[in-house]
């Protein structure tokens, strides 16, 4: 059960490390208190030059030096792998990703801080920030910007708001930023350099989320699928998947991009898959910056007066 919600929910592992620790220490105590009394026998007996034969239990001594070396062995392997995670996973902020090169050296992409700095400098002080939850407290704390929801989680309609306008298309989402007071809406998208935790790939819970309550009751996750029942980005994807914000926020003007040699344009390094719609205008936005390497992408919502008729 510890195993299944760790894997479900990654945040549970700081909860249950602690207990797992503690009671796989008594399962290996115990283990080792039963071979470790017949070791001791035989060094006893050893040193004392007494050969003492039991009958009921032959080749004690060797399995008790088996079990013994296997079980220090396994603990030596499980301390060096702990310490080559947290060298590689756990000794650098998440907002600074890391990767290797094809000649095995670092590649750093420093993206995040990139935004959140620009977001800092070149916006107004009063802007309204629109994104997922999961970036809503590093645009506060380095971009010094309000956001709509953050990972406090705790206003589940505004999270459903946002996932609504997210689901939606441009015109439906612009009515939903207007009534929140919405200025800028930055997304994540790791299509350009392989980066899988993007909002692409958290896309669905939007759409979950969003479709949860009375207001967004018109956002039904199959519509999401395709005909195959998967959700893809390509040309096979639904046409309500290619045509939501979400969707246009992450893709535009990728589908120029060449990201890998004897791929074609618009090629996404995650879904690994040609994106299927690649021509398209924003109407109720203005891309304002994107990162070097594309990880994050802020747009401006226009305002009323600067539309022009896209109804």
């Known amino acids: 059960m510890s195993i299944y919600f760790a894997g479900v929910m990654v945040r549970l592992m700081l909860v ?13 105590n115990a283990v080792l208190a039963i071979y470790m009394k017949n070791v001791d026998e035989a060094a006893r007996l050893k040193e004392k ?41 756990y000794s650098s902020p998440s907002i600074v990703l890391a990767a290797k090169g094809n000649s095995g050296n670092r590649i750093i992409f420093d993206d995040f801080r990139e935004a959140y ?15 997922w939850w999961d970036y809503g407290y590093q645009i506060t704390a380095m971009g010094n910007r309000t956001i709509l929801v953050d990972n406090n989680t705790w206003n589940n309609t505004h999270i459903s708001r946002v996932g609504q306008a997210m689901s939606s298309t441009e015109n439906h989402a612009y009515g939903i930023m207007r009534e929140l007071d919405v200025d800028y809406v930055l997304v994540i998208f790791g299509g350009l350099v392989g980066y899988s935790s993007d909002d692409i790939n958290k896309f ?31 040309k096979e ?10 969707y246009k926020l992450c893709y535009y003007k990728f589908g120029k991009v060449f990201t890998e040699g004897g791929k074609p344009s618009g090629y996404d390094r995650v879904r690994n898959v040609e994106i299927g719609h690649k021509d398209f205008e924003l109407q109720v936005l203005d ?18 007066d600067n539309r022009g008729n896209v109804y």
């Open 237 to 246: 994807g639904s046409e309500t998947l290619k045509n939501c914000l979400m």
């Open 204 to 234: 669905l819970w939007m759409v979950r989320i969003g479709g949860n309550t009375e207001r967004g009751q018109h956002i039904k996750e199959e519509d999401y699928f395709s005909a195959t029942k998967e959700f893809r980005v390509d």
């Open 117 to 131: 700095y620009w977001l800092r400098y070149n916006t107004p002080e009063d802007s309204k920030i629109m994104s």
């Open 49 to 89: 030059k007494i050969k003492k034969v039991d009958s009921s239990y032959q080749f004690k001594t060797e399995i008790a030096y088996t079990v013994v070396f296997i079980v220090a062995f396994i603990l030596s392997k499980y301390a060096l792998h702990c310490v080559w995670v947290a060298s590689e996973a």
């Open 287 to 304: 891309e304002a910056y994107t990162t070097e390497h594309w990880i994050v992408r802020i747009y401006k919502v226009k305002k009323l």
């Open 16 to 28: 249950l490390a602690p207990v797992m620790c503690i009671l796989s220490g008594i399962g290996v």
